[in-house]
């Protein structure tokens, strides 16, 4: 009896010494993962978005049917971007082309001309106006756009026209639609490329290199009103 007692003692003091060492190793990984966890929500916080079912949504913009936003400056001054759900289709950017400062864009005109490998996709001005400003840091580093698509990746500055009203979702229900077209693409991704992209499943590669071309034109038209 006394032997085993001995015997489950030594068991229990080795069970603590292993659950002492995992500790001991565990604590600063989960520490570091939290901290990671917690430096990405700081910078979402200050960069003033929120998570959105999956897509980074920013309130404040108006945001259209070919995933581009707009946010009023002043007056009738205007910067102009792509969101979160373009970002995902988008990535792998590796040029872009912007229209100068001094056109006159009408709404559908090609705001901007991305380069995703062999492919470039024109997506349409959600405004008429006066282009102001280009952000030449984005014609630079286009990678900007991915990082931050609603702030240093945004592309132009316009003087709308006062006669043509801004058209697009706001608030709540920009929230809300973004969210389901960020599920919608999701599942195109997934019946196009047969793999899970779903909770958290990612690409590979870009889209741009994983579609097929008749895949490629349908999600451009689909998602980002591309001709």
């Known amino acids: 009896m006394e032997t085993m007692?001995?015997?489950?003692?030594?068991?229990?003091?080795?069970?603590?010494?292993?659950?002492?060492?995992?500790?001991?190793?565990?604590?600063?990984?989960?520490?570091?993962?939290?901290?990671?966890?917690?430096?990405?929500?700081?910078?979402?916080?200050a960069a003033g978005t929120v998570d959105a079912g999956g897509a980074h949504w920013k309130p404040g913009l108006?945001?259209?049917?070919?995933?581009?936003?707009?946010?009023?400056?002043?007056?009738r001054n205007v910067k102009v971007g792509l969101d979160d759900v373009a970002r995902r289709i988008l990535s792998g950017v590796s040029s872009?082309?912007?229209?100068?400062?001094?056109?006159?864009?009408?709404?559908?005109?090609?705001?901007?001309?991305?380069?995703?490998?062999?492919r470039i996709v024109a997506i349409p001005s959600p405004v008429d106006g006066l282009v102001l400003e280009r952000n030449r840091s984005l014609m630079q580093e286009p990678a900007l756009f991915e990082r931050e698509p609603y702030g240093d990746g945004w592309l132009l500055r316009i003087e709308a026209e006062a006669h043509a009203p801004i058209e697009g979702r706001r608030g709540a229900a920009s929230k809300t639609w973004l969210r389901e077209e960020n599920l919608r693409l999701t599942h195109f991704l997934e019946m196009r490329l047969g793999m899970a992209a779903a909770d958290g499943g990612t690409l590979t590669a870009p889209p741009s290199s994983l579609l097929r071309d008749d895949a490629w034109r349908e999600a451009t038209r689909s998602f980002l009103q591309a001709a």
Do not use: E, K, S
């Open 5 to 45: 007692m001995v015997l489950i003692g030594g068991l229990l003091v080795r069970l603590l010494l292993f659950v002492l060492l995992f500790a001991l190793f565990a604590t600063p990984i989960v520490a570091v993962v939290y901290l990671a966890h917690g430096a990405v929500a700081l910078h979402r916080r």
């Open 62 to 75: 108006a945001y259209t049917a070919a995933h581009t936003w707009v946010r009023n400056l002043w007056g």
């Open 96 to 118: 872009l082309t912007l229209p100068p400062v001094g056109t006159r864009l009408r709404r559908g005109d090609p705001l901007v001309a991305l380069r995703c490998g062999d």
